[in-house]
């Protein structure tokens, strides 16, 4: 079978470059005669691969020299629990902005540590509506910020409710933290104002089990010291991810994917190709009211996840059929809001996306 029109929402599609290098590469490694994830992490030639990934992120983002760039395990959840671990003091308080399921459970987390220590997790502001839908972003001067706060937390792209940010905001003056895992390298962003990024890989730059934290230097030396190391940020910043064995594999594979974003032009190159994409896509869905709706306002549509309904259920079942039978995967919408779930990552072909619209075009004129 050849490649299938991938949209799953994460794990997600790979660039087929990216995996076909690593199918090349996989026995036989840069002539070791093993392959990478047979090497010791603390050789030479391991070495090299970790710090070309760690290289190709700071080119492409001009990460500044006073921030770290980190490769970590444990998935975004973990550092929902790590983030406040590090930097929620008893006594001290964190504001969060909760856009969607994502913000809400980093939320939830602080909250749990917070109880542990004797701190706050506050909502600073809260975009959920009846039934706990979201439908947008929330505006930085209706959240009720505190200026002394820890840190504001906050979320790029909400993939399940499928709400993004276009430009990343500002809430206030207090260092600010964002969740950007399913939305990293879609385009540029200035990593200057923020304190701590952080994103799982699986959605735009690799495979599971790696997550990505960009921090400034200067705010991972604020965290707690005695705290086990293995959940110091600091820790890892000192031995350059390499603290214990890191995921070897997974890295090697997002030095692959960040080489060939380079290859594409960067990321004003993919910017472009995602923008157009995700017109192609909303257009389908504006262009027939009566059969498709998504629920997010205009303004805050995510570029990276649409969310669309059809009249029924029923209906919406016999729609992933039809894109099933087309070679379509992944469109079924999150289980806790169902509907349609479009991902189109970077890796997502432009073909697909109009291949996809297309036949959103004939099934409206067929079941409407
Ligand atoms: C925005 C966002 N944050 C966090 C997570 C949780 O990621 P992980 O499964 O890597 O812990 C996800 C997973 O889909 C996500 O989309």
Redesign the pocket.
């Known amino acids: 079978m050849g490649r299938i029109m991938n949209f799953n929402?994460?794990p997600a599609a790979l660039p087929t470059p990216a995996l076909e290098r690593a199918q090349s590469e996989l026995l036989d490694f840069a002539g070791t005669g093993m392959s990478v994830m047979e090497h010791s992490h603390r050789g030479k030639t391991y070495e090299a691969v970790h710090d070309e990934a760690i290289a190709l992120l700071r080119e492409l983002l001009a990460i500044p020299a006073d921030y770290d760039v980190l490769f970590l395990q444990g998935?975004?959840?973990?550092e929902f629990a790590r983030i406040p671990m590090n930097f929620l003091l008893p006594g001290g308080s964190a504001d969060h902005v909760v856009t969607g399921a994502?913000s809400e459970k980093a939320q939830a987390e602080a909250a749990a540590w917070a109880n542990v220590v004797g701190a706050r997790a506050r909502v600073a502001v809260s975009t959920r509506g009846p039934e706990g839908a979201y439908v947008r972003v929330a505006r930085p001067d209706e959240a009720d910020l505190d200026e002394k706060a820890a840190y504001v937390h906050f979320?790029t792209?909400?993939?399940i409710h499928g709400v993004q940010y276009r430009e990343v905001p500002r809430f206030g003056s207090a260092p600010q933290i964002c969740?950007v895992?399913?939305d990293f390298l879609w385009k540029k962003i200035d990593v200057k104002p923020l304190s701590l990024v952080y994103g799982?890989a699986?959605?735009n730059i690799g495979p599971?089990g790696v997550?990505v934290v960009i921090a400034r230097r200067e705010f991972v030396e604020r965290g707690r010291k005695d705290l086990p190391h293995i959940l110091q940020y600091r820790a890892y910043a000192q031995a350059n991810s390499l603290l214990n064995t890191p995921p070897t594999f997974g890295i090697y594979l997002v030095r692959n994917v960040l080489d060939w974003l380079k290859g594409q032009g960067g990321l004003d190159a993919i910017e472009r190709r995602n923008r157009e994409k995700a017109e192609v896509l909303y257009a389908a869905v504006d262009a027939r009211p009566d059969v498709y709706r998504c629920p997010v306002e205009p303004a805050s549509r995510s570029v990276m996840n649409a969310v669309f309904r059809l009249p029924t259920e029923a209906l919406e079942k016999k729609f992933l059929e039809e894109t099933s039978k087309h070679s379509m995967v992944g469109l079924k919408g999150h289980r806790s809001v169902g509907g349609i779930r479009v991902s189109m990552y970077n890796a997502v072909e432009p073909a697909w996306v109009t291949a996809l619209a297309s036949l959103m075009k004939d099934f409206a004129n067929t079941h409407a």
């Open positions: 929402a994460g998935g975004a959840s973990m994502w979320t792209n909400e993939t969740d895992s399913s799982g699986q959605k599971s997550t």
